[in-house]
């Protein structure tokens, strides 16, 4: 069954990147002219996805406000002639069909997920996670959708951390199946470094069967007394019914404050329009520091 409906969870308080997220949401936060969350939106409907939840909460507004039409401002730039502009501003309307829920409490990316069952109904689903923001040739999302169709089963995007940060995300059990592929047995969520399974960690992206929501609604509050999606996802993983795909793009964390100047100055470097003049900037002040 083809996957054509993604949710992307941006309920989450962003405390690691305040005072910037006080009141303009992390997903808003910019990479050079664009916020964090197009690139995702953009992201899902070069994998094909038709249909888009995006899961706020309250103060996010604004996430709305950019999907939707801008009618002043459209007309203002069609009047004065300032088509590239104007292209690049309706953009974000003709993406997908992206629909809003809010989730009330903060009670975890699990609990966040489950707002969507009604969303996604019977059919397999794309996970994104809203400040997980992933560049590259081909869509991570696709990779994941394409190993969904040969392999029939769950599927979760996965990297290769430090042990700086195997114990702040998820570790994964994993046998290779292929260069890039893997069949993970068992995961767990914020390991120690006693506890973890290996260096693999989920990152950002899942393509989970609709069967993700009755797990969810027994499984018990786990780390940070939040639902956790990984205490869950575990249950596919054990039954062998989840597979790993090693993406080929680059992840940028977008919350925290190092990955969103990763991603500002990688892609700023790239930009058509600033992209010379900044990496002289950049080569001019290399030499400097
Ligand atoms: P994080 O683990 O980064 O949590 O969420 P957070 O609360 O946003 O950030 P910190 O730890 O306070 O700095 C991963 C993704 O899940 C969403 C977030 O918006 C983010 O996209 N999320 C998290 C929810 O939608 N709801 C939640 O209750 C928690």
Redesign the pocket.
Known sequence: MKVTKAII?????????LPASKSVP??MLNIVDKPAIQYIVEEAAAAGIKDILI?TNRGKGVIEDHFDHSFELEYNLKAKGKDEILEAVSKSTNLANIYFIR?KE????G??VLRARGFVGDEPFAVL???DVILGETPATKELCDAYEKYGKNVVGIKEVSDEFIVKYSSLKIEPLSATEYDVSDMIEKPTLETKFSNFSVLGRCVLKPEIFDILEKTPLGAGG?LQLTDAMADFARKGDMVGVDFSGTRYDM?NKLGIMKANVEVALNHKEIGEDFKAYIKDLANKI
Do not use: H, M, N, S
């Open positions: 969870p941006a309920a989450g308080l962003g405390t690691r990147v992390k997903e899961i989730q903060t009670r975890g990316l609990d966040a996670y809203g400040d939040e919350g």
